[in-house]
Nanobody
Framework: QVQLVESGGGSVQAGGSLRLSCVVS????????MAWFRQTPGKEREGVAS???????GYRDFVKGRFTISQDNSKNTVYLQMDGLYAEDAATYYC??????????????????????WGQGTQVTVSS
């Protein structure tokens, strides 16, 4: 059974930083895509950043230069370093996983329904 557990959310002032973590267990596919998504009430879930099993990252334009996705395979953990946070970055952030190709891993940022497994989410609050 695949489980994803996010942590690291919290409250920060605009311009501040947070690092989210996602620990994955039970995932047995040799190829994977890990990604971060976010959602606010009344809006659809949107992709933020992704990383492939080859270590290739992808970002939505609105976080490029501010957010960094990385992974530590020894810890089965994916991170999202968020710097220069804006008030509009406030959301519940979700970690997702799935056996996607490199191309699919970029596409899932636009079409999140392509992801197979989800965490429970972690809340990020940004005060202006």
């Amino acid at each position: 059974q695949v489980q994803l557990v996010e942590s690291g959310g919290g409250s920060v002032q605009a311009g501040g930083s947070l690092r989210l973590s996602c620990v994955v267990s039970g995932y047995t596919y040799s190829t994977y895509c890990m990604a971060w998504f976010r959602q606010t009430p009344g809006k659809e879930r949107e992709g933020v950043a992704s990383i492939t099993s080859n270590g290739v990252p992808g970002y939505r334009d609105f976080v490029k230069g501010r957010f960094t996705i990385s992974q530590d395979n020894s810890k089965n953990t994916v991170y999202l370093q968020m710097d220069g946070l804006y008030a509009e970055d406030a959301a519940t952030y979700y970690c997702g996983a799935g056996p996607l190709s490199d191309l699919g891993c970029r596409g899932v940022l636009i079409y999140p329904d392509g992801m197979s497994y989800w965490g429970q989410g972690t809340q990020v609050t940004v005060s202006s």
